[in-house]
């Protein structure tokens, strides 16, 4: 009788470990496209705020390490971006628990590689709210900034800049922990 409770035990265990194990590294559909704010950080700057639309349409999944894995596209409604649209599809960006989505485009043009840095997302774990720090480029296209007192920020869902930034200081806790809230 013990061993038969034994070997249940051990089959419930085995079971509840694999359908856990599928549940967290099958890759799920994201497709969403939300409206959000485009805004400024600092106090200085709290008029510097415009509606925005981000459309993120891939895969998400979890590698064994415990890294999210996000293989898609990331669009901004009336943005230009200097990436060739070809290359903006099926991208793969990876980040840790807690961290944002380094996104980085590579590309090979006429014998050249290009490099282009969007931002860092920021993404719950279904992306129904995200928010991303826009670096900004210089002329030369080449050198960008984001800094947390003044950097450029989109976020959504979001009506207006307070709720923005209450949202990104939530998706951003990890990075945030020990530093100064955005404001």
Do not use: C
């Not at 901004?76 to 200097?82: C, L, R």
């Amino acid at each position: 009788m013990k061993k038969k409770v034994v070997w249940l035990v051990i089959i419930g265990v085995f079971l509840t470990a694999l359908t856990a194990g599928i549940w967290l590294y099958t890759p799920r559909d994201v497709d969403v496209r939300l409206e959000g704010v485009k805004y400024r950080l600092g106090t200085n700057n709290t008029s510097e705020i415009e509606s925005a639309t981000i459309h993120i349409e891939g895969t998400i999944r979890r590698a064994l390490n415990g890294h999210r894995l996000f293989r898609g596209t990331v669009e901004m409604e009336g943005e230009s971006m200097p990436v060739p649209k070809e290359q903006m599809t099926n991208h793969t960006f990876s980040a840790r628990k807690g961290e944002g989505f380094l996104l980085v485009y590579q590309w090979v043009e006429k014998g050249t590689i290009g490099s282009f840095s969007l931002g860092q997302l920021y993404a719950d774990d279904d992306f129904s709210h995200i928010t991303l720090t826009l670096m900004e480029h210089g002329e030369d296209g080449r050198s960008g900034y984001w800094g947390g007192n003044d950097g450029l920020m989109l976020t959504a869902p979001a009506k207006d800049r307070t709720e923005a930034i209450h949202l990104a200081n939530k998706l951003m806790a990890h990075t945030l922990k020990g530093l100064t809230p955005l404001k």
